[in-house]
């Protein structure tokens, strides 16, 4: 049984990973003070099958929502399987309607006792404004879910990975506050990386870099496990974006190392030396260090400066010098890989040494060494 991965889901554009109800109460526990008289949008969620709907339904009198909107692609494989019971629609492709559902109270509409998925249930098929179909296709960046979009607060969903760049820029431009499942592979991106650096994006609360579990579709052939006869698929690489406050984020880093020469070797084509992990940093180097990109799950802009990332090709050069000759050599001639102008190197035991790719940052507030 192999493991499905994001990034074999960009290659195959699968983007069909659904998120566990208890994996987003997880995480969005820490934010509820930040949803009181909100109006929050789900735009890549069938509401049927959707736990981010199903999350904001059932604590949407906890949470003081306004209201919730989320919106039903009509790509999605599950999309409209109830629908044509709600619908009267001439049935020649039922799998094929984008809609959304609006909700602005959820009460005990069936006299049970308790607020619960039945009363949203109740509510969805008996509320003629609750529920209707899109005129487009309900793509996130479609004129009416723009519209919706602009509406709204808070957008809260896990968005399709092989659209993720252009998703985040919709974000971006219409300035909301977001909470989202990302990759960590995505945080590399110009765009992703630029907003890290002013500040606009940040890591959540769940741990980082350990991985989570999403249901499948039926069809996929890889899978990491059954769990009540769904498949299941772990993602090692996914993890939580926001630009609501995380405290970590505002906490500094206790750094207990002391820089030596020996330890942190220097860059042979850039002026700065190498970390390998974000608790080796020296604290007191005052230059430029090359660190992995899961230093941003610890990223306090108050104690740190990103000065940039130190791969070619990535839009955000900041001054990597080309192989020295002799070098460039040593690495095609003697380790048969390519030489590539613009990626760090050091060398190592006489050896020349590519880091995997790191970010270039600064501390703000060394010690004195
Ligand atoms: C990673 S899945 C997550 C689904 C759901 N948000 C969840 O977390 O369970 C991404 C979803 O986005 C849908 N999708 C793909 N392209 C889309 C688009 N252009 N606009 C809106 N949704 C899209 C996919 O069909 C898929 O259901």
């Known amino acids: 049984m192999a493991h499905a991965t994001l990034n074999s889901a960009k290659e195959a554009k699968k983007d069909e990973f659904y998120t566990k109800l208890d994996d987003i109460a997880k995480e969005l526990k820490y934010y509820k003070q930040y949803f ?67 909700i602005t109270e959820v009460a005990d509409y069936n006299n049970d006792g308790a607020v619960n998925m039945a009363d949203v249930q109740w509510l969805i098929q008996n509320d003629k404004n609750a529920l209707s179909l899109l005129k487009g296709n309900g793509s996130f960046d479609s ?16 968005p399709p990975f092989s659209l993720f760049r252009e998703y985040l820029a919709l974000l971006d431009k219409y300035g909301k506050l977001f909470l989202l499942i990302g990759n960590i592979n995505a945080l590399a991106y110009r765009e992703t990386f630029k907003m890290f650096q002013q500040d606009k994006i940040r890591t959540g609360y769940t741990n980082f870099n350990v991985g989570m579990f999403f249901q499948v579709p039926d069809n996929w052939e890889k899978f990491h496990h059954m769990e009540n006869g769904k498949k299941i698929a772990r993602v090692s690489t996914s993890c939580w ?24 070797p220097t860059y042979e084509n850039y002026d700065g030396i190498n970390v390998n992990a974000y608790n080796d940093i020296p604290a007191d180097y005052n230059g430029v260090m090359g660190i992995p990109l899961t230093f941003l799950d610890k990223y306090n802009p108050e104690q740190f400066e990103i000065i940039g990332l130190g791969i070619s090709n990535s839009g ?54």
Not at 41 to 63: G, I, R, T, V
Not at 143 to 158: G, H, M, Q, R, S
Not at 340 to 348: E, N, P, S
Request: glycine share 4%; with cysteine.
């Open 36 to 102: 009181k008289d909100k109006v929050v949008l789900c735009n890549c969620d069938d509401p049927y099958e959707s736990n981010f709907f199903k999350y904001f339904a059932l604590n949407f009198n906890q949470l003081g929502l306004k209201k919730l909107i989320a919106t039903c692609y009509d790509g999605s494989p599950i999309a409209g399987d109830e629908l044509p019971l709600l619908f009267e629609i001439e049935e020649t492709e039922p799998k094929k309607i984008a809609y959304k559902v609006e």
């Open 143 to 158: 004129p009416e879910c723009i519209e919706l979009l602009k509406e709204a607060d808070i957008v809260v969903t896990n």
């Open 241 to 264: 974006l926001t630009n609501l406050p995380v405290a970590k984020h505002n906490e500094d880093l206790i750094l207990y190392k002391h820089y030596s020469p020996e330890e942190y």
């Open 316 to 369: 955000l050069e900041c001054g990597v010098r080309p192989y020295k000759p002799e070098h460039k050599k040593y690495r095609k001639e003697v380790q048969k890989r390519g030489a590539v102008d613009g990626d760090l190197y050091m060398m190592i035991n006489g050896e020349v040494t590519v880091p995997y790719t790191r970010i270039l940052i600064r501390n703000k507030k060394p010690q004195k060494p």
